[in-house]
């Protein structure tokens, strides 16, 4: 079963434009762990933030923003004004216990910020 | 410094080749990880070594050989490949500390591998 599903596979913005990445999980654990990384087109994963299951703050990094609410186990990323750089594909990841190595990857949303 | 290195860069092997890939950090990480990248797919998890011993291998065939020297290197050996395991490998470590905590994976910039 699909633990991570990023429902949007890819999203066209103008540059200036604000884009809101979906991820839902399903994880019968208390205690997990959601991440988000970006791939650019030259291949290397950049990791941007973590979060655990006991933490719902919501973090601002500069442009991007996270909305982590547990209710609807959703972990959606929202980059404002966007940027030619911010074209890559965006995983969302799970690892449902302390020190368990294995990340479940959703399929990835592939963004392209248009000049 | 979050930098972890791997070369080569791009890969091309005939199928009767033997080649290795190779990973670097020096980020006192102590788990490390190979994953299998296709086209539009997100990376597959193919080994994790933790504290230089092979801790996780994803039923990975044994025509992939990883191996461990020293806590800051990772090697992945590759014989007698198929056209199918064309792909982009990447590496990736993280902070190993028992079961305190669930640490971000720093990854490599891959090596993207062309099997003829």
């Known amino acids: 079963a699909q633990k991570v599903t990023q429902a949007q596979t890819e999203i066209s913005v103008v540059e200036k434009e604000d884009v809101t990445l979906d991820c839902v999980y399903e994880?019968?654990?208390?205690?997990?762990?959601l991440f988000w990384y970006k791939q650019p087109p030259s291949g290397e994963l950049v990791f941007l933030i973590r979060r655990n299951s006991f933490d719902e703050q919501n973090e601002i990094s500069g442009r991007y923003s996270w909305n982590f609410q547990k209710s609807t186990s959703s972990f959606n990323f929202t980059i404002t004004a966007s940027q030619v750089v911010d074209s890559a594909v965006y995983f969302c990841?799970?690892?449902?216990?302390?020190?368990?190595?294995?990340?479940?990857f959703g399929a990835g949303t592939t963004v392209t910020v248009r000049a | 410094d979050t930098e972890v290195t791997q070369t080569p860069k791009h890969l091309v092997m005939g199928m009767t080749n033997k080649k290795s890939l190779k990973c670097e950090q020096h980020?006192?990480?102590?788990?490390m990880y190979w994953y299998k990248q296709k086209a539009k797919k997100p990376p597959e998890l193919m080994f994790v070594y933790s504290y230089e011993k092979l801790s996780i291998n994803e039923s990975v065939p044994s025509r992939f050989s990883p191996e461990c020297p020293n806590s800051s290197l990772l090697n992945l050996h590759l014989h007698a490949l198929q056209p199918e395991d064309s792909a982009l490998y990447l590496c990736?470590?993280?902070?190993?500390?028992?079961?305190?905590?669930?640490?971000?994976?720093?990854f490599g910039p891959g090596t993207r591998l062309t099997v003829t």
């Open positions: 980020m006192g990480h102590r788990a």
């Open positions: 994880t019968r654990d208390t205690t997990y762990y």
């Open positions: 990736a470590s993280s902070q190993d500390e028992g079961q305190l905590d669930s640490y971000e994976q720093y």
């Open positions: 990841a799970l690892s449902e216990a302390p020190n368990d190595y294995k990340l479940s």
